[in-house]
């Protein structure tokens, strides 16, 4: 339990500057608001347009613990990659797990020192975390695809991912690329 203790003090230490998530005013981020189901576009403070009807997870949203537990997860992100060519339509891949998703499971057990280590070094060298821990990977926003969107709007029927139309994917990403924050509540 000690050392479990320092790794994550000097971890804090070495990635309290990478505070990746902290936005400038003139830069455009996201904000997703998993309780009223919308995404908000701002700039700064400043709301540009809102995204309604968002479908989250099957397991809701809130910290998840493990692959596969269909829960989207709390936090902070940016978009790591873009898929242009996806069964969703468009996939904007986020950072997940962060830093912190990593802390917390590696104090209760879910990931080991190694996993905890390979996630901390992707994120001091701004790269995409792993995607296969057990914390698992591949979160993000996307479109519908082929799905039905009768069921959309009426359903949370993701992996732990953020679904919305193929219309509104197709406005979000001219307006992201990667390196944009995303906070999720």
Known sequence: MLRVYLILCLSLFAVNAMAATDVRSDEVWLLVDTKAKQIEVKKGELTLETLHSIAIGR?????????????????????????????????????????????????????????????????????????????????????????????????DWTHGCIALTNSQIDHLSQLVDTGTVVKIK
């Open 59 to 155: 397991g809701g949203a809130g910290i998840k613990n493990h692959r596969g537990d269909n829960i989207t997860p709390y936090g902070e992100y940016r978009i790591g990659w873009i898929g242009e060519k996806s069964m969703f339509r468009r996939f904007l891949g986020l950072t997940y797990p962060s830093v912190d998703d990593a802390q917390k499971a590696l104090e209760k057990g879910i990931i080991n020192e190694a996993a905890y280590n390979r996630i901390i070094h992707a994120h001091q060298l701004k790269q995409i975390p792993p995607q296969d821990t057990a914390l698992g990977g591949q979160i993000g926003i996307h479109g519908l695809g082929s799905g039905d969107i009768k069921v959309h709007e009426v359903f």
